[in-house]
């Protein structure tokens, strides 16, 4: 994983917020969100048709809105406030965005039932990710989600351990520990 790379791993609200390191933006081109995309595609159970999609401009906007949105909402839940009205009903209108509709079709031998979202691709990634949001929101864990305790992240992670301090022990808990030596090594 690269220093400039995105932290994923985490749920994928988290991943979404993760986009925007201390340093920069990682989606500030449909390109970017592209990639981003391709980073979960494992992912994709619930969104196969999104793999191949062209987003535009206002598809990326959508989701830096949804975004930022999520940050705040996340930031009040872990103090234990009150999130702002109005980003909890743009995250409800996000998920209504594409509804979800029962496709009837023939296989061969049954008549068979499949999800499908209603919309173009930038509405039904927003949904996608709005929904995400909501399952974590209403997940008893959000209230254990943390930040990256070293001094120059913000990467938020939901710790599988109760004793884990940073996002990536490999990104930022090794520069800790390299750092932490560094000051042990001049003092003495």
């Given at each position: 994983?690269?220093?400039?790379?995105?932290?994923?791993?985490?749920?994928?609200?988290?991943?979404?917020?993760?986009?925007?390191?201390v340093?920069?933006?990682?989606?500030?081109?449909?390109?970017?969100?592209?990639?981003?995309?391709?980073s979960?595609?494992?992912?994709?159970?619930?969104?196969?048709?999104?793999?191949?999609?062209?987003?535009?401009?206002a598809?990326?906007?959508?989701?830096?809105?949804?975004?930022?949105?999520?940050?705040?909402v996340?930031?009040?839940?872990?103090?234990?406030?009150?999130?702002?009205?109005?980003?909890?009903?743009?995250?409800?209108?996000a998920?209504?965005?594409?509804?979800?509709?029962?496709?009837?079709?023939?296989?061969?031998e049954?008549?068979?039932?499949?999800?499908?979202r209603?919309?173009?691709?930038?509405?039904?990634?927003t949904?996608?990710?709005?929904?995400?949001?909501?399952?974590?929101l209403?997940?008893?864990?959000?209230?254990?989600?943390?930040?990256?305790e070293?001094?120059?992240?913000?990467?938020?992670?939901?710790p599988?351990?109760?004793?884990?301090?940073?996002?990536?022990?490999?990104?930022?808990?090794?520069?800790?520990?390299?750092?932490?030596h560094?000051?042990?090594?001049?003092?003495?």
């Amino acid at each position: 994983m690269s220093e400039s790379g995105p932290l994923i791993g985490e749920p994928l609200a988290l991943d979404l917020v993760n986009t925007r390191p201390v340093a920069g933006d990682l989606l500030t081109t449909p390109g970017h969100l592209r990639a981003w995309l391709g980073s979960q595609a494992d992912r994709f159970t619930d969104a196969w048709d999104l793999r191949d999609a062209e987003f535009t401009a206002a598809d990326l906007a959508a989701v830096r809105d949804l975004r930022e949105r999520t940050a705040r909402v996340l930031d009040h839940v872990r103090a234990g406030t009150r999130p702002p009205a109005a980003d909890l009903e743009a995250l409800n209108q996000a998920q209504r965005a594409a509804p979800a509709v029962g496709a009837l079709s023939w296989n061969g031998e049954a008549i068979t039932a499949a999800r499908r979202r209603d919309g173009t691709p930038g509405s039904r990634l927003t949904t996608w990710l709005a929904e995400a949001v909501a399952g974590l929101l209403v997940n008893p864990d959000v209230a254990k989600i943390r930040q990256c305790e070293a001094a120059d992240c913000v990467m938020l992670f939901l710790p599988a351990h109760p004793r884990r301090r940073w996002c990536s022990a490999a990104r930022c808990g090794n520069r800790v520990r390299v750092a932490r030596h560094y000051q042990r090594r001049k003092t003495v």
